[in-house]
């Protein structure tokens, strides 16, 4: 536990020093880039959540992400035009504010998905949340008053009292601080009695509901807790790009976040993070040298799947002794 402690420390310490390196060093790009992985990491690891520890694979998770990031996005419109929202809620910029917001609305979506997929399993649950995925990012392009395909900009990051949002170099520390309160509150989320009745619900349902357990209620609280995480990944990265599309609803941003978890490894707590700062630095460095970058990704994946199992987590911990986390 200790070395663990150390480890997430030191890992935390070094994250910290980025912008300060990528200033000291001329390249600033690498501020933004840990920065969107961080958040990715984020989103992925809301979906290992019930993916790898429910054994829930959902097609549809980042239906949540964009839901949370079009909260944000839609109460700057109207705090922008000084208008309300289906004329009764207010526009904000407050961080404090909009995060809350996306967390709400997008666990409130979340409950409605699960509540009608998780009554099926196996293909058919994959079916229902890619369903669930292509009907919210209809809706979304219909918006037009919120720029349709477009999408809206945010020309200000949301505000937090008595902090410079507008430096990236704050932004990306605030991006840091919440990812690190997200990474500890799934490990105190795994370990706890729920975790452990989510992991056993994976392992034989069957047996679960012979127990006495209400398989159905646990595995809707966990949908619903994973597509909070994802809503307040999407809230924090539309802050950071200030735009929301379209495009962060659409199933092949749900297929990206589930090549991090496989990539970065299924079950493990670190994975996703691992996994989503493996892809987005490779998908940036490969897509500057050819518009074919998804062809090697997509080589490196299997080549990880068929060589490593456990991802890059278990090649971590084979050279360092460890155990993947």
């Known amino acids: 536990m200790r070395r663990e402690t150390l480890a997430l420390l030191a890992v935390f310490a070094v994250l910290a020093l980025v912008p300060v390196l990528a200033e000291l060093t001329g390249q600033t790009s690498w501020t933004r880039l840990v920065g969107q992985a961080l958040i990715y990491g984020m989103a992925a690891a809301s979906l290992n959540f019930i993916l790898g520890y429910g054994g829930m694979i959902s097609f549809g998770h980042a239906t949540f992400f964009g839901i949370g990031g079009y909260v944000v996005g839609i109460l700057y419109f109207h705090f922008d035009e000084g208008t309300r929202f289906l004329g009764i809620i207010p526009g904000t910029g407050q961080m404090l504010l909009t995060l809350p917001a996306a967390i709400l609305v997008s666990g409130l979506a979340a409950a409605l998905v699960g509540a009608l997929s998780l009554r099926t399993g196996g293909v058919q649950f994959i079916m229902i949340t890619l369903a669930f995925a292509q009907m919210f990012f209809f809706l979304f392009i219909s918006l037009k008053t919120y720029g349709g395909e477009d999408g809206v900009m945010v020309r200000r990051t949301n505000s937090l009292p008595g902090l410079n949002m507008r430096d990236k170099a704050t932004l990306y520390w605030v991006i840091l601080v919440v990812a690190a309160g997200y990474y500890l509150f799934l490990r105190q989320l795994v370990r706890s009695s729920f975790g452990q009745i989510i992991a056993g619900i994976r392992q034989n349902e069957r047996r679960m ?55 970065g490894g299924v079950g493990t707590l670190a994975g996703p993070f691992v996994g989503a700062a493996a892809l987005t630095i490779i998908e940036t460095l490969l897509s500057r040298l050819t518009e074919h970058w998804m062809l090697p990704v997509g080589v490196l994946l299997l080549a990880v799947v068929l060589l490593s199992r456990g991802g890059l987590m278990a090649l971590i911990a084979r050279m360092t002794g460890g155990r993947g986390k």
């Not at 809230?235 to 495009?247: E, G, H, Q, T």
């Not at 976040?257 to 990539?263: A, D, E, G, Q, Y």
């Open 209 to 263: 509901t012979a127990m006495g357990v209400a398989t159905y209620r646990y595995k809707l609280a966990a949908f619903i807790l994973s597509g909070m995480g994802a809503g307040l990944a999407g809230a924090l990265m539309v802050n950071f790009l200030r735009f929301a599309s379209p495009d962060m609803l659409h199933w092949t941003r749900s297929g990206e976040l589930m090549v991090m978890v496989i990539l």
